[in-house]
Structure formats: C-alpha cells, structure tokens
C-alpha cells in the first residue's frame, strides 16, 4: 500500500503543476486540443506512459477536450504516484518546469 500525501504536500506539488487543481482526494486537469484526433494521439501517449508506471489515471475525452483524474485507490488518495504521473503528463503536452511552460 502507497502513503497518502499531506495536504502540505500536495499544496507544495500543486506550485509546479500549473493548471492542476485537487478536487477532494483527486488531482484533475483538462487538455484542450484543436482537433479531436490530436487529443486522441495525446491520450494514446500518456495510456504508454501511465503503462510504463503501472499506474493510470481515469480519462475523460469531450470532443476537443481531454480530461485527466489521478489517484491511488489503494491509499485511498493522492500519493506521489499520482504527481509522478501528472509531471509525465505536463512533459507529454510540451511543459517544462524549468522553463515554466
């Protein structure tokens, strides 16, 4: 079983994970894309990458927008699992923390 993370914690991780927000014991951000299949391609690249992991997020997919939830079930909440997965993600879609964007 993982470790559930404080509230400091993930406040802390939050600074670096622009545009992610937590909702309760979830961590949630929504891509938008131009085209429905270049969201398609995006979630195709994390499902690689959320395999490499063995840890995968719950996918959303609205047309042109694709949203993504992050837990660990078995802590019952957010685990560093989850921020790993989420700093994957935002590398997938082009953010570099030491740029800032």
């Known amino acids: ?54 840890h995968h997020p719950d996918i959303d997919i609205r047309y042109t927008n694709v949203g993504f939830s992050l837990s660990t079930h078995d802590a019952g909440g957010i685990t560093q699992r989850d921020l790993d997965l989420a700093q994957g993600i935002e590398k997938a879609a082009g953010f570099d923390e030491k740029r800032g964007a």
């Open 1 to 54: 079983m993982r470790n559930k993370l404080s509230d400091l914690e993930i406040r802390r991780a939050l600074t670096r994970l622009p545009g992610w927000a937590r909702k309760g014991d979830v961590l949630q951000k929504t891509y938008s894309f131009a085209r429905f299949a270049d969201g398609i391609r995006f979630v195709q690249q994390i499902a690689e990458l959320a395999d490499t992991m063995n």
